[in-house]
């Protein structure tokens, strides 16, 4: 777990912003993994917390694939803090703990790979985690991106919490500098290996000290720089912490990684995601993704608030990584992170981050987001404590003229048509997520 410190939508208007962001320098990202799509699967960090061992993500991973999950994409089996203690052996190898992996890392790796699985591993961008604790690769890129190639890893996230508690986000300790090394350390690693980065500086602005970090060194920066080094990036701090997570901070981290919260100017964030060849006044070889964290459904928010965050996850095309223990969801949860529909709103090719068309700090809101098919994909979300009526129209959300239009509720399977009204009665914390297609 963390141990911290105390302490518009502009799709369009953002487009210089934007272009900024593509405009700086590119390290040699060749093995950088394509992710044409947002990725999938399980990590640690909530569900397990920081205890784990070789048998339980050998029965975490077991119980991904009899319940369906990893059939229904979610294949990344993701270790977070807690794999290792950080020591290293004389030539500056991180050492493994044979008592909690018995096979070693690339056994684990090998027995995942095995059962159609992918495998992902965590380390910070300091000399160790938060607090000193953990894992740490500061001094030791090259080295570590070598390793974790070695093993057999599929993807690395890399924290920024014992870094910013150790060098306050001073230069050349900042995370531009710190991910673009360890960016250039993932593309050239000596195994040539295909990995997923994940930035995570999970920092908010001033959440150490006043000024420290500024924004532009926070999560709520983080678009500006890293689509040119990471497939993903924290757009917020975390939604909870192990065994818990509150919709509040759903909600939270839902504006911050649609550029639509009060307390942060984001220009251009939604348009900083999208798949491969985008943008095309400078397009990337990697799908690059906003993260505004992971999936908590049983992790103390009702299956209401777990299914509407589910729903919004897919409508702003967001990494679907789960955060609960597998093992311990009821069959209710198990079959909505199922939802083959659902699913793919977030996994459509078009890769285009949806966004609101309400007006700002409404409770009863409207989202869209633009599939590859010429469709759309309709929220009609309730934030608010009571029952409440959302209605759009399809002219609003950008469907062509028709004489009528089909609605396909993604959550009930129901299937209705409509002249142009979109309407439904959604009850709080809810969301109602429609496909719209014409004719």
């Given at each position: 777990?963390?141990?911290?410190?105390?302490?518009?939508?502009?799709?369009?208007?953002?487009?210089?912003?934007?272009?900024?962001?593509f405009?700086?320098?590119?390290?040699?990202?060749?093995?950088?993994?394509?992710?044409?799509t947002?990725?999938?699967?399980w990590n640690?960090?909530?569900?397990v917390?920081?205890?784990?061992?070789?048998s339980?993500?050998?029965?975490?991973?077991?119980?991904?694939?009899?319940?369906g999950?990893?059939?229904?994409?979610?294949?990344?089996?993701?270790?977070?803090?807690?794999?290792?203690?950080?020591?290293?052996?004389?030539?500056?190898?991180?050492?493994?703990?044979?008592?909690?992996?018995?096979?070693?890392?690339?056994?684990?790796?090998?027995?995942?790979?095995?059962?159609g699985?992918?495998?992902?591993?965590?380390?910070?961008?300091g000399?160790?985690?938060?607090?000193?604790?953990?894992?740490g690769?500061?001094?030791?890129?090259?080295?570590?991106?070598?390793?974790?190639a070695?093993?057999g890893?599929?993807?690395?996230?890399?924290d920024?919490?014992?870094?910013?508690?150790?060098?306050?986000?001073?230069?050349?300790?900042?995370?531009?500098?710190?991910?673009?090394?360890?960016?250039?350390?993932?593309a050239?690693?000596?195994s040539g290996?295909?990995?997923?980065?994940?930035?995570?500086?999970?920092?908010?602005?001033?959440a150490?000290?006043s000024?420290?970090?500024?924004?532009?060194?926070?999560?709520?920066?983080?678009?500006?720089?890293a689509?040119?080094?990471a497939?993903?990036?924290?757009?917020d701090?975390?939604?909870?912490?192990?065994?818990?997570?509150?919709?509040?901070?759903?909600?939270?981290?839902?504006?911050?990684?649609?550029?639509?919260?009060?307390?942060?100017?984001?220009?251009?964030?939604?348009?900083?995601?999208?798949?491969?060849?985008?943008?095309?006044?400078?397009?990337l070889?990697w799908g690059?993704w906003?993260?505004?964290?992971?999936?908590?459904p049983?992790?103390?928010?009702?299956?209401?608030?777990?299914q509407?965050?589910?729903s919004?996850?897919?409508?702003?095309?967001?990494?679907?990584?789960?955060?609960?223990d597998?093992?311990?969801?009821s069959?209710?949860?198990?079959?909505?992170?199922?939802?083959?529909?659902?699913?793919?709103?977030?996994?459509?090719?078009?890769?285009?981050?949806?966004?609101?068309?309400?007006?700002?700090?409404?409770?009863?809101?409207?989202?869209?987001?633009?599939?590859?098919s010429?469709?759309?994909?309709?929220?009609?979300f309730?934030?608010g404590?009571?029952?409440?009526?959302?209605?759009?129209?399809?002219?609003?959300?950008?469907?062509?003229?028709?004489?009528?239009?089909?609605?396909?509720?993604?959550w009930?399977n129901?299937?209705?048509?409509?002249?142009?009204?979109?309407?439904?009665?959604?009850?709080?914390?809810?969301?109602v997520?429609?496909?719209?297609t014409?004719?």
């Amino acid at each position: 777990m963390r141990i911290l410190n105390a302490g518009r939508r502009a799709l369009l208007g953002g487009l210089a912003a934007v272009a900024m962001i593509f405009a700086l320098p590119v390290s040699a990202n060749a093995q950088l993994a394509p992710t044409p799509t947002p990725y999938m699967g399980w990590n640690t960090y909530y569900g397990v917390g920081g205890g784990f061992n070789e048998s339980t993500i050998k029965s975490v991973a077991s119980s991904l694939t009899s319940s369906g999950l990893a059939q229904a994409g979610y294949k990344i089996v993701w270790l977070d803090f807690g794999w290792a203690s950080g020591a290293r052996d004389s030539n500056g190898n991180l050492t493994v703990d044979s008592a909690q992996w018995p096979d070693g890392m690339a056994g684990l790796t090998a027995w995942l790979h095995s059962q159609g699985l992918k495998a992902g591993i965590y380390t910070d961008a300091g000399t160790s985690g938060c607090s000193g604790q953990g894992v740490g690769s500061y001094g030791h890129y090259q080295q570590d991106a070598n390793q974790f190639a070695a093993w057999g890893f599929d993807a690395v996230k890399v924290d920024f919490c014992g870094a910013g508690q150790t060098w306050n986000f001073q230069t050349p300790f900042d995370p531009r500098t710190l991910y673009g090394q360890f960016s250039s350390a993932v593309a050239n690693n000596a195994s040539g290996r295909s990995m997923i980065l994940n930035v995570d500086d999970f920092w908010q602005p001033n959440a150490i000290a006043s000024g420290d970090p500024t924004q532009a060194n926070s999560s709520y920066d983080s678009y500006q720089w890293a689509p040119p080094l990471a497939q993903s990036w924290r757009t917020d701090t975390d939604i909870g912490g192990t065994g818990s997570i509150k919709f509040v901070n759903v909600l939270r981290n839902l504006r911050h990684d649609t550029g639509t919260a009060t307390n942060a100017s984001q220009p251009g964030i939604q348009s900083a995601a999208g798949p491969p060849g985008t943008p095309s006044a400078s397009p990337l070889a990697w799908g690059h993704w906003n993260d505004p964290d992971y999936l908590g459904p049983g992790l103390s928010m009702t299956d209401t608030q777990a299914q509407s965050q589910f729903s919004m996850w897919a409508i702003v095309g967001a990494p679907l990584i789960l955060g609960s223990d597998p093992r311990a969801l009821s069959s209710t949860s198990i079959t909505m992170l199922k939802n083959a529909n659902v699913i793919a709103v977030d996994q459509d090719s078009l890769g285009i981050q949806g966004y609101p068309i309400t007006q700002q700090g409404s409770t009863a809101q409207v989202w869209v987001k633009p599939l590859a098919s010429g469709a759309r994909a309709v929220a009609l979300f309730n934030t608010g404590s009571t029952t409440a009526q959302i209605t759009t129209s399809a002219s609003a959300v950008g469907m062509p003229r028709a004489g009528r239009y089909h609605l396909r509720d993604l959550w009930t399977n129901q299937s209705s048509s409509t002249k142009g009204t979109i309407t439904a009665s959604v009850p709080a914390n809810a969301v109602v997520l429609y496909r719209v297609t014409a004719g």
